[in-house]
């Protein structure tokens, strides 16, 4: 029997029978800001999403198609002292740090407005995929701030040069421009057709083996702190451990059974 899922203040989570989970941002306005109370909601919900072992994939959406987020709230950050700010940063720190701790693949589905702290939530997902009115962009020195904590992730993504382009000018990105950069995998044709984008790459998450997939991004993570010289070693350890369960030969047995019925024609 599956969990009830729990209702969370600002975070709507839906499952399908085939484990793939849908996280929407919820009473965040109609840019999907994120304030303390509404960052503390999502965090909550994803760290609740980490612990589901019958999750597939997770995707993450803003309600509504005018924005993934637009950022964090600027009238709150317009009251912070020096330590009010640590906390308010800190937040958002935990829930970029609960979103990469999720251990299957997570998609930031983005339709339009994806700014500042909305994109660092973005980039601390496995995958980006986006419509073509989406725009991108860290504003943060505009109002008088530097870009910081999961800002950090963009230089691995889109190289240094296109970091200092984005973090120092606080200019804006359209959904092309940011895909031929690398911080987006794929726009979709039109608006309408973000939904099967996601949909053709779930697929072939919910098709592969699950323990594989959840290896996958283990390994993945590792790598990104990792030599080569470890990356290499651990990968032997780790492809040895999976031939623990009987999920590789479950999943090789069709490819198996068709080479023998071809020997046997």
Known sequence: MQEQIPAFDHCRI?????????????????????????TRSLTEAMVWLRARDDARAVILRGSGERAFLGGANIYEM????????????????DL?????????PTIARIP????????ELAAACDMRLAA?????????VRIG??????????PGLIGQGATNWLLLTGEMLGAEEACRMGLVEFVSADQA???ALIARSTRGILESGPAAVRTQKALLRHWQGASLEAAVANSVEVFGASFRSDEPQRYMAPFVARRAARKGE
């Not at 701030?145 to 992730?153: D, G, K, Y």
Request: proline residues 6%.
């Open 145 to 154: 701030i530097p870009s910081v904590i999961h800002a950090a992730l963009l």
């Open 96 to 104: 970029c740090e609960a979103v990469r701790g999720i251990p299957v």
């Open 78 to 93: 317009a009251e912070c002292t020096p330590q009010t700010a640590r906390a308010f940063i800190a937040g958002l720190r």
């Open 112 to 119: 339009g407005i994806c700014l500042g702290a909305g994109l």
């Open 14 to 38: 839906e499952r399908d029978q085939e484990g793939l989970y849908t996280a929407t941002i919820t009473g965040a306005g109609e840019l999907n800001i994120l304030s303390s109370t509404v």
């Open 193 to 195: 057709g973000l939904d």
């Open 132 to 140: 073509p009115a989406a725009r991108f962009g860290m504003p943060e």
